[in-house]
């Protein structure tokens, strides 16, 4: 119905729910001190109907895998859980057993063991027996389609993940959960594993953070987007996990989701596929931080950072960048100080031999791009002038020679006559030399004096 209509399966919801909240509303029978899962882990009784021991299954069902199939009634003694099955010889798990099991070293290894088996029989490998950390096997296709062609698989991979966290293995429910969700969202391998890895083993992860970034993971990863349900939109587009390494599964870029590269634990390849890698993938418990909730307060959740903030940091780093003997941006204050200059020099333009060669006057930086501005502007506008060029050109492949400056749409021209010497600070001025004298006079277009004052309106006749 959940496929249908694209809503919750709350059947599913109500059930997992009651799960991890440890049965709320159970009442124990009294067993009169019976412990039948207990005694069938200590290898002291078999299991029912026409079972066999559990150190029989664990040596001589590894491979057998028509009969971890063909056979229902192993299952729920591998995995008990304290609520009732379908197998009413199997009875359900009680507190007492569960602290049992947890004390005893030898049932915690055969159950790792069992664990083992199933992982095998579903094309899996448990990679890191600390963390959980489980990875493809090598005969993961074969096992995967067999996956895929029966579904109550489904509902014996729920008692695993289920019976794990009951029985002191909570850490293993992460991974293993996270498994399924990367080759159903994201390598897309076992489609029909998809509905029950969202509705079940998703949920089935008892640790909150663990659950939450599970959550977000599937919510990246599903498609279409706006069709997913398990998780309220809004909280899951604000919850971003603080992940300290890289993920279990990077999906590449290039190729898509369905271009991923075959893996195994054995061929030690990158979780991605890429290529190969010589760090093992690490369980989802130690690979994400504590990222905060996706209900309740936003606190724990990284604000992005304010404009300026953002500015301020790009300014930084290209002052860092930046090499110590390369000159900066200008200032407005260094501009000014250019174009005065600059200006200066045009006014207090004297005379030259024309025997001499011009001295280029130095460049500040910067001036380089006024100095183009301005001579773009003199070929322009003297195209259209009638000014009485001087005999002694000035050769125009010098870009630095900045003594030549425009007046009221003419040419300022030199005047051979008078060769005077700038004010003090003019650039591109020859030295003072002895008899010279100042006379700042120019020649307009019509060839008139326009007097010595420098502060006369350029360009006037």
């Not at 991890?20 to 019976?34: A, F, I, K, M, S």
């Not at 029989?56 to 009732?84: A, G, K, V």
């Not at 301020?312 to 174009?339: D, F, H, M, T, Y």
């Not at 030295?431 to 004298?437: I, R």
């Amino acid at each position: 119905m959940s496929r249908m209509t694209g809503s919750r399966n709350w059947r599913a919801m109500q059930d997992m729910r009651r799960y991890r909240h440890h049965y709320p509303d159970l009442v124990e029978q009294d067993c009169n001190g019976d412990m039948p899962n207990l005694s069938f882990y200590k290898n002291e009784i078999c299991f029912l109907p026409n079972g066999c021991f559990i150190e029989d299954i664990l040596q001589n069902w590894r491979d057998n895998y028509d009969l971890l199939e063909d056979n229902h009634s192993y299952i729920q003694w591998l995995f008990p859980l304290r609520e009732p099955g379908v197998n009413w010889h199997a009875k359900p798990l009680t507190l007492k057993e569960v602290q049992a099991f947890k004390s005893s070293e030898e049932v915690k290894e055969r159950f790792v063991q069992a664990y083992e088996l199933m992982l095998g029989f579903y094309g899996i490998q448990l990679q890191d027996r600390n963390t959980g950390a489980v990875c493809r096997a090598q005969n993961y296709h074969s096992r995967f389609q067999n996956l895929n062609w029966h579904s109550h698989n489904n509902l014996r991979i729920t008692r695993i993940l289920k019976s794990l966290g009951e029985l002191g293995l909570e850490h293993y429910q992460a991974p293993l959960a996270r498994f399924f969700l990367e080759e159903t969202l994201v390598r897309r391998e076992l489609p029909g594993v998809r509905q029950s890895a969202l509705d079940y083993f998703l949920f089935a992860v008892r640790s909150r953070r663990q659950r939450r970034e599970l959550v977000h993971f599937a919510w990246e990863h599903f498609r279409p987007r706006c069709k997913f349900v398990w998780g309220p939109h809004d909280k899951l587009q604000r919850f971003r996990p603080q992940a300290s390494l890289q993920p279990l599964v990077a999906p590449r870029q290039a190729g898509g989701d369905e271009g991923l590269q075959d893996q195994t634990c054995d061929q030690g390849r990158d979780p991605g596929g890429d290529g190969v890698s010589t760090q093992a993938p690490q369980p989802l418990s130690v690979k994400h931080q504590d990222a905060g909730a996706l209900e309740g307060d936003q606190g724990d959740e990284a604000e992005p950072p304010s404009p300026k903030e953002s500015k301020k940091r790009k300014l930084e780093a290209n002052r860092r960048e930046q090499a110590p003997g390369e000159p900066g941006p200008q200032s407005p204050s260094e501009v000014e100080k250019i174009a005065l200059n600059l200006e200066g020099c045009a006014l207090s333009q004297g005379s030259q031999d024309p025997g001499e060669m011009e001295q280029p006057c130095p460049q500040p930086p910067g001036a380089r791009v006024a100095d183009e501005v301005r001579k773009r502007r003199k070929v322009e506008e003297g195209a259209g002038d009638e000014t009485v060029v001087d005999s002694t050109p000035v050769p125009a492949s010098t870009p630095s020679q900045c003594c030549r400056a425009q007046r009221g749409g003419g040419e300022v021209e030199e005047d051979p006559q008078n060769q005077g010497a700038p004010p003090q600070g003019a650039c591109g001025s020859p030295p003072e030399g002895p008899g010279s004298a100042t006379t700042g006079t120019s020649v307009d277009v019509s060839g008139e004096a326009a007097g010595t004052d420098p502060s006369a309106k350029p360009g006037t006749p």
